[in-house]
């Protein structure tokens, strides 16, 4: 790949996931606003192309994972197109120009038009951050680098339920040769 142009991935930053009592809230996740704002703004001054990578699930529940339907119909229904909940959080509101981009797995690359996306922009190094930790943000990295994506994570914009969870993934995508780093360290490094 030559493309050398960076990309940023928020992954699931919406109130269903983030908002402390919100149906599907990710115990870590309201924590990382703050640093996400901050590699947004980064981004956003370089003008490096911007990805926002959302949930959303039919009400009926037709088009959820399989392990979460039951509880989905069950119990009270998250992430649904229009409601409140769906809205990526208020501090991380996407910028005309920037990309919302709608997956339903787990990783951000599976049935949507992100690798087309990235590939046509030009952009071969990747930095993902965003909710949780042991779904779609492996998922994501591990998609992105068997399509060949220098990718790295940002470590206190990422979250899991625990900061246990945290560690064994991130443990986990180092091995596979991802950096992962706090963002002080990215922006002092390659990312200032």
Do not use: W
């Not at 493309?3 to 990382?32: E, H, K, S, W, Y």
């Not at 992430?79 to 981009?101: D, K, S």
């Amino acid at each position: 790949m030559s493309a050398t142009r960076r990309a940023l991935i928020i992954v699931d930053m919406q109130n269903d996931f983030v908002l402390p009592g919100a149906p599907a809230c990710v115990a870590g996740a309201a924590a990382t606003v703050p640093v996400i704002r901050r590699l947004l703004e980064a981004f956003r001054s370089r003008r490096d192309p911007i990805f926002h990578v959302v949930r959303e699930y039919r009400a009926d529940g037709s088009d959820i994972e399989l392990p979460r339907l039951d509880g989905f119909v069950r119990g009270q229904p998250y992430l649904v197109p229009g409601t409140p909940g769906c809205a990526i959080v208020a501090a991380l509101t996407p910028l005309p120009g920037e990309y919302r981009l709608v997956k339903n797995r787990f990783s951000a690359f599976m049935l949507t038009e992100l690798d087309l996306m990235l590939r046509r922009l030009g952009a071969a190094d990747l930095v993902i951050c965003g909710t949780q930790y042991p779904n779609c943000i492996r998922a994501s990295i591990f998609d992105a680098v068997a399509l060949g994506y220098r990718v790295t994570n940002i470590t206190d914009a990422t979250s899991a339920q625990t900061p246990e969870i945290a560690a064994a993934n991130i443990h986990d995508i180092m091995n596979i040769g991802v950096p992962c780093v706090t963002l002080d360290a990215y922006l002092a490094g390659a990312g200032g």
